[in-house]
């Protein structure tokens, strides 16, 4: 079945304008994550929505990232007034409902979307 | 002018030999531990997982091993073949939710 999708795959903007990236997550799945990986390194949380409850939105940088979710399936990430340091690839990832008897853990990313501020 | 950047473990290694990836973790209480394959230009892959419970959990040519007492987690990949080289991360899910926290990880370098 189709996997994670998101959009665009590349992106470049100039200092100070806004950006929105989507994920599409796969159906059916109620838990949806938004991570960002700057060059070489690991993946830093962003924030967290499962189902109807009140996202995670710990890991959001400043307040110009912000995320929403409509109808629990498509996502949008909006960065406001870009800064070059904002320049990174910004990861979904989906997964089943999860619970602690371990099912639905799994995240399932997709590919990406490559954000380069000028 | 000099540029400084951050660069990832690296390990090298023979093709048809085993490859062992360490990874230390930070929480004692994460119950939940998942090591992803990342190669260019892609999002990460999922690998093999293992819960808290356990400390042995083995999957086709890769092994995860958890030790509890010191923090430390290990990939062991058999017979390692070039469409292996990727970086590795190991990623840790504290005891609620579902937010995980990733390595640095390490890219592994196959030689045919």
């Known amino acids: 079945g189709a996997g994670v999708s998101q959009s665009p795959s590349n992106k470049v903007t100039e200092k100070g304008k806004d950006v929105e990236l989507r994920c599409d997550p796969i159906?059916?799945?109620?838990?949806l994550y938004w991570y960002r990986q700057s060059l070489g390194q690991g993946l830093e949380f962003l924030i967290y929505?499962?189902?109807?409850?009140?996202?995670?939105k710990s890991g959001l940088p400043s307040d110009r990232f912000s995320a929403e979710r409509t109808g629990g399936s498509v996502s949008t990430l909006t960065i406001q007034r870009t800064q070059q340091e904002d320049s990174a690839v910004y990861l979904c990832?989906?997964?089943?409902?999860?619970?602690?008897?371990?099912?639905?853990?799994?995240?399932?990313f997709g590919p990406g979307t490559r954000l380069t501020v000028l | 002018g000099e540029s400084v950047g951050l660069h990832l473990p690296t390990l090298s290694v023979q093709e048809g030999d085993n490859s062992i990836i360490n990874c230390a973790y930070s929480?004692?209480?994460?119950?939940?531990f998942i090591w992803y394959k990342q190669e260019s230009g892609k999002g990460p892959q999922f690998i093999i997982d293992?819960?808290?419970?356990?400390d042995k959990r083995q999957g086709q040519r890769v092994t995860v091993l958890l030790n509890k007492t010191v923090k430390h987690l290990s990939l062991q990949i058999a017979a390692t073949q070039p469409g292996d080289s990727a970086v590795y991360f190991c990623a840790e899910r504290a005891n609620q939710g579902g937010k995980l926290i990733f390595g640095q990880g390490t890219e592994l370098s196959v030689k045919p």
């Open positions: 929505f499962q189902g109807n409850s009140a996202p995670d």
């Open positions: 293992i819960r808290s419970n356990m």
């Open positions: 929480n004692s209480a994460s119950d939940y």
């Open positions: 990832a989906s997964s089943p409902r999860w619970t602690s008897g371990g099912a639905g853990n799994e995240q399932f």
């Open positions: 159906s059916g799945h109620t838990a």
